[in-house]
């Protein structure tokens, strides 16, 4: 059973870092396609990053630069640094997990290629 648990959110201010942690179980997160995910009110969920096998990744525009994704192997772990934070990125932010989302060589960053889910951490950037 595949169980995806997310902690680390919290509140910073504009221009402040945060990290974000994904435990997952019941999948080796490393040789899955693991990716970062958000959601604002009214908003639709939205891809943040997504990194296949723990190296081809795929950031969406408003990450790069910014965020980082990385593993922790030993503890099955997935990762999301977040530097120079700005109020539009607070949001709920959801781990998933799918065994294969390359396409065209490139990770999907699709919400409904994924099909584990956590249940989400808040993180909120105040002015």
């Known amino acids: 059973q595949v169980r995806l648990v997310e902690s680390g959110g919290g509140s910073v201010q504009a221009g402040g870092s945060l990290r974000v942690s994904c435990a997952a179980s019941g999948i080796t997160a490393s040789s899955y396609c693991m990716g970062w995910f958000r959601q604002s009110p009214g908003k639709e969920r939205e891809g943040v990053v997504t990194?296949?096998?723990?190296?081809?990744?795929n950031y969406a525009d408003s990450a790069k630069g910014r965020f980082t994704v990385s593993h922790d192997n030993a503890k099955n772990t997935l990762y999301l640094q977040m530097n120079s934070l700005k109020p539009e990125d607070t949001a709920m932010y959801y781990c998933?997990?799918?065994?294969?989302?390359?396409?065209?060589?490139?990770?999907?960053?699709?919400?409904?290629?994924?099909?584990?889910w956590g249940q989400g951490t808040q993180v909120t950037v105040s002015s």
């Open positions: 998933a997990a799918t065994p294969f989302c390359l396409v065209r060589g490139i990770p999907s960053i699709r919400v409904g290629d994924f099909p584990y």
């Open positions: 990194v296949q096998s723990g190296t081809m990744t």
